[in-house]
Nanobody, 127 residues
């Protein structure tokens, strides 16, 4: 079981920005694609973004394209999720997770395609 830890959540006004971090062992980041998911109360968990290992291909949920950016920082053993122009509908608990291999899965909404999960961090966007 890989160890992942999210941080950076909080309360922000609509239109504001936050940057989430997902800390993981270097060995994890070197072998597994990393995804960010979110889950709002009463809703299914949905995949927000994913980044592969070698070519660092990135993928985004349509509703966050142009506003969110996922990136890797090998020096800090961290995957970042920069979130700009936040909206009330972005309010959720955000989780990072390891994919089952080095590339993001074809269906990035399938939580079964992701193995280890962090404990989550709450994002609340006030309108």
């Amino acid at each position: 079981q890989e160890q992942l830890m999210e941080s950076g959540g909080g309360l922000v006004h609509a239109g504001g920005s936050l940057r989430l971090s997902c800390a993981a062992p270097e060995s994890t980041l070197n072998y597994y694609a990393i995804g960010w998911f979110r889950q709002a109360p009463g809703k299914e968990r949905e995949g927000v973004a994913c980044i592969s290992v070698y070519d660092q291909s990135t993928y985004y949920l349509d509703s966050v394209k142009g506003r969110f950016a996922i990136s890797r920082d090998s020096a800090k053993d961290t995957v970042w999720l920069q979130m700009n122009s936040l909206k009330a509908e972005d309010t959720a608990v955000y989780y990072c997770a390891t994919a089952l291999r080095d590339v993001c899965p074809n269906d990035r909404q399938l939580t079964s395609q992701f193995g280890s999960w962090g404990q989550g961090t709450q994002i609340t966007v006030s309108s």
